[in-house]
Nanobody
Framework: QVQLVESGGGLVQAGGSLRLSCAAS????????MGWYRQAPGKQRELVAT???????NYADSVKGRFTISRGNAKNTVYLQMNSLKPEDTAVYFC?????????????WGQGTQVTVSS
């Protein structure tokens, strides 16, 4: 079993910043990629940003230039620095990790953290 724990959500005014953190734990042999997704009320979950073990990043067009995903010094951690936040960024943000345990592949999700941006 692989567990993901997120933190850092909250309420912020438009134009403000937040930093989300996610740590993966369990019988992890290898993490191939980690990422952040979000789901706003009444909408489908969408990709925000991903980062591979090699450091390659991918961002949704809506967050390019405002959000930065990075890997932490601690193993199997990922951060999402969110600047210039807009009300449309309001959503539950979910951390995702995919890789392999010593026994099988995994594709795990965190419980989600609420981000609310007021206008």
């Amino acid at each position: 079993q692989v567990q993901l724990v997120e933190s850092g959500g909250g309420l912020v005014q438009a134009g403000g910043s937040l930093r989300l953190s996610c740590a993966a734990s369990g019988s992890i042999f290898r993490v191939n990629a980690m990422g952040w997704y979000r789901q706003a009320p009444g909408k489908q979950r969408e990709l925000v940003a991903t980062i591979t073990s090699g450091g390659s990043t991918n961002y949704a067009d809506s967050v390019k230039g405002r959000f930065t995903i990075s890997r932490g010094n601690a193993k199997n951690t990922v951060y999402l620095q969110m600047n210039s936040l807009k009300p449309e960024d309001t959503a539950v943000y979910f951390c995702n990790a995919e890789g392999a345990t010593f026994f099988q592949a995994f594709d795990s999700w965190g419980q989600g953290t609420q981000v609310t941006v007021s206008s």
